[in-house]
């Protein structure tokens, strides 16, 4: 019974879409920060990698930095996380900043990167899969500028994520917080977006009606509108 309930106890669940982002207090190599409060009407992407040091964790983060400012446009902060220690941190952002690969060169890396070597942060977001417990997985968490998780995304160790797709979610949800719409299937700003479906019959009568250059209507349920 001691076994089971000491079970039930470890057991963290992790923030869902929807969810109010999980609060928590971290030194970073930016200072400390408490989290999303220090966020306040901004949006942020909070993002895992597996170690510091590490080949594909390296191009992640200078393609981050030197998207930063194109985040930054957008309302958006980037905020990392691993368990490796500060001294290993700064050690390895340093390096990066002497490396040039893909066209990226002479970077500044000023976003903070969290140092988490107690894991409470990693179990809060459950950024700990399988048997690992001694790196996280690439785990990416859009949060928005009221603190609301929106968008979770989940890559293994082998996988280097795409800063453009992320980018685009942001600028996704965005759209469709502003203008009450939904974006389709590879979505990118200036395409068409799509018209919430009506919720009743008469409404449903009334689309099939709607007279208008800027609307694309499929179907009752799949209507489009250019994106202004």
């Known amino acids: 019974m001691e076994d089971k309930k000491y079970c039930e106890e470890e057991v963290i669940n992790m923030p869902l879409i929807g969810d109010k982002a999980p609060y928590f207090e971290a030194d970073t190599t930016q200072g400390k920060i408490s989290f999303p409060d220090d966020f306040k009407g901004k949006w942020v992407i909070l993002f895992s990698h597996p170690a510091d040091f590490t080949p594909v ?20 902060e980037l905020v990392g996380l691993s368990i490796d220690s500060m001294h290993s941190h700064i050690a390895w952002l340093r390096d990066l900043e002497t490396i040039s690969w893909n066209g990226i060169e002479n970077l500044k890396i000023d976003f903070p990167l969290i140092e988490d070597i107690s894991m409470n942060v990693s179990r809060k977001y459950g950024m700990l899969h399988g048997d690992s417990s001694t790196s996280t997985i690439r785990a990416v968490f859009v949060i928005d500028d009221k603190g609301i998780v929106r968008t979770i995304l989940y890559y293994p160790a082998s996988t280097g994520r795409n800063m453009d797709e992320i980018k685009r979610i942001v600028i996704a949800l965005q759209k469709a917080d502003k203008d009450s719409v939904a974006t389709p299937a590879n979505w990118e700003p200036g395409k068409d977006v799509i018209v919430p479906p009506p919720s009743t019959t008469p409404d449903a009568r009334d689309r099939m009606e709607w007279d208008d250059a800027d609307i694309d209507r499929l179907a009752w349920y799949l209507t489009f509108k250019k994106d202004k």
């Open 57 to 76: 964790c390296s191009t992640e983060f200078m393609t981050f930095a030197s998207m930063a400012d194109e985040f930054k446009e957008l309302n958006t």
